[in-house]
């Protein structure tokens, strides 16, 4: 699929458009100079397996905004914990034409490192486990199965690549390499910290946070600070606690809220090689239905 061209905003450049985001900085914003702050539009498309698919998700921008913005405001107090900084701006109006789908934020030096947190086996993790008896490298006792919750979270970096290539898992020690000991530790004491206070939140509404990954960068002060979307449907996954407590197949325990739908029915009708088939009707509506639904839960 190639994506629609981005949207003409008054006042308001394109810079750079991503798998599902488009990014913009204020027209006035001198070539190669830090912008005073960045409008983050989500959209519709959806991707899998590192491609951008047809036809998009209707309404999935602003479904996943709406969810990004609760969590920032759960992770800067009104959970109880203590506060993480984040991206977002206040006091600049969105754009009408963008309205409930984008985001207002601060630059910030961003880290090439992908965040990710895992507290069950699954994905990638389990298709590792089942050969080597490892996820990312790192040992696990024997006898788990799919979908089963680790003894304890596991932090598993990634590097983010290039645009156009693949991010590549790596060690926390190559994390080390690539950012200094001081930003490495920071970056997985915070992820871990966010990822037991969502898990938290996610459980006492009747949901299982499987796994996510976040991004961090530095702000002006040298602050680490929460970036890009966080704990939604596309970076993370969400399961239905009952279902998992009482399916007795990976399918009926990983009653999913996120994008699994357009994984699975990917997964089963293409080769991974050449242009991913267009989704039917019926997966669009299912995955639509299961990201609003996830918002309802949580919120």
Not at 8 to 18: D, T
Not at 233 to 239: L, P
């Amino acid at each position: 699929m190639t994506p629609a061209p981005p949207l003409e905003l008054p006042g308001w450049r394109h810079v750079y458009s991503g798998k599902v985001r488009d990014l913009f900085v204020p027209a006035d914003t001198a070539e190669g100079a830090d912008p005073a702050h960045l409008l983050v539009v989500a959209s519709d498309r959806v991707s899998a397996f590192d491609h951008v698919l047809a036809p998009g998700i209707p309404g999935k921008g602003e479904l996943l905004t709406r969810l990004s913005m609760w969590w920032f405001d759960r992770l800067a107090g009104a959970d109880g914990g203590r506060p993480v900084p984040n991206h977002l701006v206040d006091g600049v109006e969105v754009p009408a034409e963008v309205r409930g789908r984008a985001m207002l934020v601060r630059s910030l030096d961003m880290q090439p490192i992908e965040c990710v947190v895992r507290g069950y086996l699954t994905g990638s993790g389990w298709a590792e486990y089942q050969t080597h008896g490892t996820v990312c490298g790192i040992p696990l006792p024997d006898g788990l199965n799919d979908g089963d919750r680790l003894p304890e979270p596991l932090y598993t970096p990634a590097f983010k690549a290039p645009m156009g290539e693949h991010d590549e898992n790596i060690t926390f020690e190559r994390s080390v390499e690539l950012v200094g000991a001081e930003t490495a530790t920071a970056l997985r004491d915070l992820s871990l910290e966010i990822y037991r206070r969502a898990a938290a939140t996610a459980e006492e509404r009747g949901l299982i946070l499987a796994d996510t990954k976040f991004e961090f960068g530095f702000d002006a002060d040298g602050v680490l600070t929460l970036a890009d979307e966080v704990l939604t449907s596309d970076s993370s996954r969400y399961w239905d606690a009952a279902a998992w407590r009482s399916g007795t197949t990976p399918a009926e325990r990983m009653a999913s809220f996120d994008k699994q739908i357009v994984r699975d029915w990917l997964a089963a009708h293409w080769d991974k090689q050449g242009t991913p088939p267009a989704l039917p009707d019926d997966v669009v509506e299912r995955t639509r239905e299961r990201y609003a639904r996830l918002l309802d839960l949580l919120t």
